[in-house]
């Protein structure tokens, strides 16, 4: 079942851009636990640094997405778009179940090469999803906290 709203990405050229808006004058905070400093994680399929952002006292999260190129899909996103809202992610407690659910209702699952069984995260295409790029990732995949 899907569970929870787990964060927004959005993508920025830099931490610094996006720290502008939303830690200087929305007073977010920085969410160490899930953005290891000084270069948070790194996404290497796409070359993107990301961090995450802590909302208030909720358990969602804004997740910064910076590529490190305009070659990769994000790359291309930003040169695109400019900074913007790039997908939503919902938490599973059961991935495979739930991807699967999903694609029998006809929404267009993108291939990324892992098995269902052994994948931590799974993208449907925005062209089922009402326009949006939607994520799914598994409750207890690494830097993700079980709702309370």
Request: charged content about 25%; glycine content about 10%; proline content about 6%.
């Amino acid at each position: 079942m899907l569970t929870r709203l787990d964060h927004v990405g959005v993508v920025a050229h830099s931490l610094d851009e996006a720290s502008q808006v939303l830690i200087n004058r929305m007073g977010f905070a920085l969410d160490e636990a899930r953005s290891p400093l000084p270069k948070g994680d790194y996404f290497a399929k796409e070359r993107t640094q990301i961090f995450f952002i802590k909302i208030g006292l909720g358990e969602t999260r804004l997740e910064i997405l910076l590529p490190e190129d305009a070659e990769s899909g994000i790359g291309r996103w930003l040169q695109k778009r400019g900074p913007s809202m790039h997908h939503l992610c919902y938490l599973s407690d059961d991935l495979p179940a739930d991807a699967a659910r999903l694609q029998n209702e006809g929404l267009e699952m993108i291939d990324l090469g892992a098995h269902p069984e052994t994948m931590r995260g799974c993208f449907f295409h925005p062209r089922s999803m009402n326009g949006i790029l939607t994520e799914i990732i598994q409750e207890g995949a690494v830097g993700v906290r079980p709702p309370r």
